[in-house]
């Protein structure tokens, strides 16, 4: 091995440097520039993870990675509960459609599209909704339901699947159904091995995009079930472009084709922290069994007589003999004693030789400390929840803390809607729409309409919002005065503020002229504006009156 003199002069010949066998010169060193690819130190020396493509990281343990998610929230109320904030966060009690029409595409006026806006969505929410649970192909879930459970099943496993069924039911108004499959379903038929165009039962092409689906009959622990061992294989669309599978994966790396929980890079100290309140929890119940106990000083040959030794002889017998003549020498002696008494108390004098020791009730540990707000912490920040929000502690938080706590949660909860709530729902009302148009359902829409199928012009109709849960408030006052100057500044709408309380703002002014209708009628409206009413409801604080006396009438000039 060569070395280069440069090199040498420059480090002093510390380190030998490594020479490429074609050109002679130096190519590094021992370690390498990075602390962190250091394959020498005792730190790392044992840290060698695999290196792998993203299919070939997750496919061989995901199996394993969903049983423990499945584990843990199913035995873990925290993890439980921060789930179920996704859902409520996220979707709500009510997921109410916000058609959005693109009239320019379509060629198309604005009067046309709010139209047909206020038709579509009236026509898809009561389908939708309704109590027959039309979307649900088990008759079981809403339009709502089904997306909670989305949300739901993608914390548990990273992915959500889902066939649109075309159901012959005659009592159905739209034959459009969604059946929600198991992704333990999703797999290569008969065990097929992975490769580069069947990939954990998706079938892809050259460039990796979805074909088609394998779909196992039935769970593979259902082994009474014969179907278990078979699989329909199911296009991602029919040959006009109608979707049949509904797969939402948020790939984290390139060519990534199945998802995995969030939750996986914490189930090791889920476990163990779930584990450790167990046994703190054990031994606070075991700590609190007794009250008291009796001490005795006898000496330890004595002791160990008790216990079967010595001249007790060599059975148990003997030692039973003798802890019974002892216990009932304590027995008779208590029952003769006198009781001393001062004030009123009462003074035990005990049998020679023994002591009451006094037991302290259990403790839980370190269970509501420090040391489990940590825990907690950890847990919140991979649910992407906030500590007060999780364990429900707001004893150390003031406003300002909880509207920054409840902003970053915003922001998560409406990336998370956007990529799998609203995807989901859009689908879900895309398949609707599709139907309802070619059965002439939806009468804003002519002959001389443009056509569904062609160009960009499906993508155009079906294009919506989706209004899901409230963003809630901690203040009202002060953050309704906020959303008030906003729109006075013209920085906000009214569809963006009701939107933010889960509203749909032109219902609210439907009902808002209702109501003013009926109280004009009965000579009880009350202009908002006028500056007495103003004036009325402006609230007092102890500034303007902090003795809270009544206020002096003015005396005339």
């Known amino acids: 091995m060569q070395a280069d003199p440069e090199i040498d002069a420059l480090l002093g010949n510390a380190l030998p440097a ?27 020396a044992t840290w060698q993870p695999s290196l792998g493509s993203a299919d070939f990281d997750i496919l061989p343990d995901k199996p394993v990675l969903d049983a423990r998610v499945r584990d843990t929230l199913r035995n873990d109320s925290y993890v439980q509960s921060g789930l179920a904030m996704h859902k409520d966060n996220i979707v709500g009690s009510m997921f109410l459609l916000n058609s959005k029409p693109d009239f ?46 989305a949300v739901g099943v993608y914390g548990m496993a990273g992915e959500v699947l889902a066939s649109a069924e075309w159901m012959r039911d005659a009592s159905r108004p739209f034959n459009t159904a969604i059946q929600m499959i198991d992704l333990d379903r999703l797999s290569n038929p ?3 091995i992975n490769n580069p165009l069947l990939r954990g039962g998706v079938q892809r092409d050259r460039y990796g995009a979805p074909l088609g689906y394998h779909v196992r009959m039935a769970h593979p622990t259902d082994y009474f079930n014969p179907d278990s061992y ?18 939402i994966v948020e790939q984290t790396r390139p060519d990534q084709t199945r998802g995995v929980a969030e939750m996986v890079s914490a189930l090791k100290e889920l476990r163990i922290t779930k584990k450790f309140r167990d046994i703190v929890l054990q031994n606070a119940v075991v700590n609190a069994t007794y009250a008291a106990s009796i001490e005795s000083d006898l000496p330890s040959d004595a002791v160990f007589q008790a216990l079967g030794g010595g001249n007790l002889g060599d059975t148990a017998g003997g030692a039973i003999s003798w802890a019974s003549s002892y216990l009932a020498a304590i027995q008779q002696y208590a029952g003769g004693a006198k009781n001393l008494k001062l004030d009123g108390v009462k003074i035990p ?19 509501g400390t420090e040391f489990e707000q940590s825990l907690l912490r950890y847990i919140a ?86 209004i899901g849960a409230s963003r809630g408030q901690i203040d009202e006052l002060k953050e309704t005065q906020a959303a008030v100057l906003r729109l006075d500044n013209g920085l906000s709408t009214l569809e963006d503020e009701h939107g933010r309380m889960g509203k749909d703002w032109r219902a609210v002014i439907r009902q808002r002229k209702r109501e003013k209708t009926l109280l004009v009628e009965a000579g009880l409206y009350v202009d908002p ?20 006396k009544p206020a002096k009438k003015k005396q005339n000039a």
């Open 190 to 192: 008969n065990g097929v």
């Open 230 to 247: 078979m699989w329909k294989y199911v296009p991602i669309r029919k040959p006009w472009g109608r979707l049949q599978m509904i797969h």
């Open 18 to 44: 490594v020479v490429a066998p074609s050109t002679g010169k130096a190519m590094g060193f021992v370690g390498g520039p990075y602390d962190g690819a250091n394959r020498y130190s005792t730190e790392l």
């Open 529 to 548: 504006n006028s500056q007495n009413t103003k004036n009325a409801l402006k609230p007092s604080t102890e500034a303007d009156n902090p003795d809270n």
């Open 349 to 367: 004098h005990l049998f020679p030789g023994t002591k009451l020791q006094l037991r302290p009730a259990g403790q839980g540990g370190p269970l």
């Open 381 to 466: 920040a991979n649910l992407n929840v906030s500590y007060e929000q999780l364990s429900r502690d707001y004893s150390q938080s003031n406003y300002s803390s909880i509207r920054a706590a409840m902003t970053e949660t915003w922001k998560f909860m409406q990336a998370r809607k956007r990529m799998v709530a609203d995807r989901f729902a859009s689908s879900i009302f895309r398949l609707w729409l599709e139907e309802a148009i070619n059965k002439n359902q939806i009468t804003t829409l002519s002959k001389a309409s443009p056509s569904f199928y062609e160009g960009l012009n499906a993508d155009a109709y079906a294009k919506c919002e989706w």
């Open 104 to 149: 320019k595409v379509l060629g198309l006026d604005e009067t046309w599209a709010e139209e047909y806006q206020e038709e579509v969505e009236s026509k898809f929410t009561l389908w939708a909704e309704s109590d027959n649970n039309w979307p649900d192909a088990a008759r079981v879930n809403t339009l709502t339901s089904l997306v909670r459970l």
